[in-house]
């Protein structure tokens, strides 16, 4: 129900701009709230607008290497790359792992999530030996803090097997497709 999410989400947005001013945080999670939805809908040009936006107010109030701040990268990056635009994915991307892992550590799902979503960019590079390092380190890290049957363990799987059917090696494609799919069977 986008129409309902949206006048909730501007709703917040007034309310958070009002009582805590434009440069504040909760305002910028407002936006990125706002660009989420308005790229889930297509409309990108708002998407990019309020990613934009949050990025820029959490840059000027929290520290450079605030996991937030890796947050709105990962979502203007997301955005690019959506829209084909590759080469401005790449190091908002780098630059929001680089964060996350500084912030962080390098055993945290937030991690794991940022190397996913590079490795999936960089298999659209062509960059497949890369592509493999971080699928296989997000799922290193997924397996030891999520346990054995998580979506999110599922999906790591799923990246190295579609990886390896990309590279041609059905072999090796196979036991991570058959786990993936194990898994969300099991759970959903």
């Given at each position: ?32 709230n ?6 889930i ?21 929290l ?14 990056a997301?955005l ?25 550590g ?6 794991a ?25 997000a ?5 030891h ?44």
């Amino acid at each position: 129900d986008y129409r309902t999410a949206h006048a909730i989400y501007e709703r917040a947005f007034e309310i958070t701009q009002r009582v805590l001013g434009t440069y504040h945080p909760e305002t910028a999670t407002s936006l990125n709230n706002l660009a989420v939805l308005f790229k889930i809908q297509g409309q990108y040009d708002y998407a990019r607008l309020f990613c934009e936006q949050a990025l820029a107010i959490r840059e000027q109030v929290l520290e450079p290497q605030h996991p937030d701040i890796a947050t709105s990268l990962n979502n203007l990056a997301s955005l690019d790359q959506s829209q084909g635009n590759f080469s401005e994915a790449l190091p908002n991307y780098r630059r929001a792992l680089a964060i996350r892992e500084h912030s962080l550590g390098s055993f945290h799902p937030d991690t794991a999530t940022s190397m996913n979503n590079l490795g999936l960019l960089l298999k659209d590079l062509g960059d497949y030996e890369e592509a493999q390092r971080l699928y296989e380190r997000a799922l290193v890290i997924r397996e030891h803090v999520l346990g054995t049957n998580h979506l999110d363990i599922a999906q790591s799987l799923n990246n190295l097997g579609a990886l390896y059917l990309r590279k041609g090696d059905r072999g090796k494609a196979r036991p991570y497709l058959e786990r993936a799919f194990a898994i969300r069977e099991k759970v959903l």
